[in-house]
């Protein structure tokens, strides 16, 4: 891998911003054009404690993969390196939040509703997810990882039928990992 570039904090909340506001508005245009591509978002406590549980899930799973794969372990720690570096405690706060609810609301409240059957929808939603964690092809790994994350959170919506699933243990997945990282590496 080569050396990671040093980026600033705000530079990084920046470019965290605008893909989110960029991702929001190609979900929001799609379902301009195309009404019914779009999941159910409502509020449910069972479906948030569902969400909760998933993030820690996967938390747990991703650690698992990053101590079994070296190849994984190495493109993790370059990305987390590059956004976490100049971040402080409170940013983490905006990247559970931010990529939680614009990625899933594309992702799976939009793309995986819009393509049928159902498994077409899972299978692209996934992949796309994937290609957007793809800093480059060197990351690959990074890229299959987060594209078998988006299978997950795609069949959870699936199962669900709320959207709001997927965001709560995106959110919380992005927490965890961060809050883990900024642990370790202070």
Known sequence: ???????????????MG???????????????FDPLAQFTLVWRWADVLWGMALGVGISALSRL??????????CSNYYLELVLSPLVWPDLLWLGLLPGLSEE????GVILSALAPPWVGLLVSSACFGILHLGSWQQ???GVWASCIGLIL????????NVLV????????????????KWQNQ
């Open 1 to 15: 891998m080569t050396r990671t570039p040093e980026l600033s904090r705000t530079e990084i909340l920046v470019a």
């Open 18 to 32: 605008l893909t989110a506001v960029g991702l929001w508005l190609v979900s929001r245009l799609w379902q301009f």
């Open 65 to 74: 993969v990053y101590w079994l794969w070296p190849s994984y372990r190495e």
């Open 105 to 108: 609301l594309l992702f799976r």
């Open 140 to 142: 690959w790994p990074y």
């Open 154 to 161: 795609g069949l959870a919506v699936l199962a669900s039928g």
């Open 166 to 181: 997927a965001i709560v243990a995106h959110g919380l997945t992005n927490w965890i990992s961060a809050g883990l990282w």
